[in-house]
């Protein structure tokens, strides 16, 4: 989609880390982020966040806006998962369980 080179070329002058794909209908952010609150990694890496949002115009508009904030967050060291992914519970086996 022409749109989503052109915003993440704008993204990218401004020095935003982050970039928008579309994978299907529907709109992700891909960054070197922090690790998940329940990953076996300690340092960042290239991660997805999904934004629940299509690849219209208005979920362009949205994932431009979550971008930047998501850049911000990164400089100043404040991002956190928290808003954008719950860690899975995990469940016992019948073994642990018993």
Partial sequence: ???IV???ASLKELGCP???QQVGKSLYLR???PPK???????PFQQRIAL????????L???????????????????SWEPYYTP???TETVNEWC
């Avoid at 609150?37 to 340092?43: F, I, K, N, P, T």
């Avoid at 949205?62 to 404040?78: F, T, V």
């Fill in 18 to 20: 982050v970039k928008i």
């Fill in 52 to 59: 629940g949002v299509h690849a219209n115009p208005a979920g």
């Fill in 31 to 33: 960054g070197t982020l």
């Fill in 6 to 8: 052109s915003l993440n």
């Fill in 61 to 79: 508009k949205k994932a431009k806006s979550e971008a930047l904030k998501i850049a911000g967050y990164l400089a100043l060291g404040d991002f």
């Fill in 37 to 43: 609150l329940d990953s076996s990694r300690a340092e």
């Fill in 88 to 90: 899975k519970e995990k």
């Fill in 1 to 3: 989609m022409k749109k």
